[in-house]
């Protein structure tokens, strides 16, 4: 009988502490943009945030677009996306890439690739007028 009283005292401890642990939750972000005169452009994007559960999402969001002198303009856009349940050794990486070429007579290719955990899961691309 004086086991149960001591039992009941740990199992209070353990849920309120993590209770108190559970409310910690993060996020920080970074934006950086550089243009230039001839219409080029950059911009990254960084970003991560754990939740309350402990899960850590990180993302890193790439934009660039190039435009030549006859007006061909291409954009690329690399995101690459982190996930990290803890504790978990469940880890998935997902990286994503998109290109757009604009020719100057209206003709646009387009591709986009999907990877998670190094598989290709869609890749795709279009070219139309």
Do not use: Q, W
């Amino acid at each position: 009988m004086r086991k149960l009283p001591l039992l009941l005292v740990t199992a209070s401890a353990m849920a309120f502490s993590t209770v108190a642990y559970a409310a910690d939750e993060k996020y920080e972000s970074k934006v950086s943009v550089d243009k230039k005169d001839n219409g080029d452009y950059k911009a990254t994007t960084k970003t991560s945030h754990t939740d309350t559960a402990g899960t850590k999402t990180t993302s890193d969001s790439k934009v660039k677009i190039d435009v030549d002198k006859d007006g061909t303009i291409d954009k690329t856009t690399k995101t690459e996306e982190t996930t990290d349940p803890k504790g978990l050794m469940n880890k998935t990486k997902t990286k994503i890439k998109d290109e757009e070429k604009t020719h100057t007579d209206g003709t646009v290719e387009t591709s986009h690739k999907k990877t998670v955990d190094g598989k290709t899961v869609e890749d795709t691309s279009t070219n139309t007028k």
